[in-house]
């Protein structure tokens, strides 16, 4: 059986999601912008970065949740600094993830094709 390799910016990735998926939902909700979910999140090898992405409940509201967590992140950040235990709590960037939206396209044209056919 090959070894597998885990990279540790692939389990900090992991947690870091567990975390800001809690965190974000908290933070969303007392401040009343639009319900998202973390999907994904990419660590820079030397952890000062992290893409953190996210989907929208309600697509139309992605660019107000996207502001409103950008305006949010350094209160985002300290939550997380507190629930992780790591030298230094990577900066976070937000960035909506639209491949559900895709997916939904491509799912709806499948289904327009099949009605023609």
Do not use: C
């Amino acid at each position: 059986m090959p070894k597998k390799s885990f990279h540790r910016t692939d389990r900090v990735s992991a947690q870091l999601r567990r975390e800001l998926g809690t965190i974000v939902h908290a933070i969303v909700r007392e401040h009343g912008l639009p319900s998202v979910s973390v999907s994904d999140v990419e660590v820079t090898r030397d952890m000062a970065h992290a893409k953190v992405f996210f989907t929208a409940l309600q697509g139309e509201r992605a660019k107000e949740a996207l502001k409103g967590l950008k305006e949010l992140a350094p209160e985002i950040r300290h939550e997380l600094s507190r629930a992780v235990k790591m030298r230094h709590t990577p900066e976070l960037h937000f960035q909506y993830d639209d491949s559900v939206d895709r997916g939904e396209r491509i799912d709806h044209l499948l289904r327009d094709l099949d009605l023609d056919a």
